[in-house]
């Protein structure tokens, strides 16, 4: 299992952008992704996430109506659109998946999301 995220970087406070995570090693359309954060002395937290055939979407309330979640099963990729950034929203975005026959939540490298003037 691998997942790769990237998009990341500095934005301005009201900015956007757009996160993508690659995965492979498993079937991806069978499976609910998610993305999490993690902010410098902070413990992990679920920003969003999405049920396999992208029907389902799920927020935590600090992002509700800025962050959209999404996904592409034929690229096999899930994606987080930011928008209307805050400094409190810079942390580094993971995106995760749990794969019941293993029992284990898989993380990709994170990729770090910087909003400040």
């Known amino acids: 299992v691998q997942l790769v995220e990237s998009g990341g970087g500095l934005v301005q406070p009201g900015g956007s952008l757009r996160l993508s995570c690659a995965a492979s090693?498993?079937?991806?359309?069978?499976?609910?992704m998610s993305w999490y954060r993690q902010a410098p002395g902070k413990e992990r937290e679920l920003v969003a996430s999405?049920?396999?055939?992208?029907?389902?979407?799920n927020y935590a309330d600090s992002v509700t109506g800025r962050f959209t979640i999404s996904r592409d099963n034929a690229k096999n990729t899930v994606y987080l659109q930011m928008n209307s950034l805050k400094p409190e929203d810079t942390a580094v975005y993971y995106c995760k998946v749990y794969l019941p026959m293993t029992r284990y939540a898989y993380w990709g490298q994170g990729t770090q999301v910087t909003v400040s003037s």
């Open positions: 090693g498993f079937t991806f359309k069978s499976y609910v």
């Open positions: 999405i049920t396999s055939a992208g029907g389902g979407t």
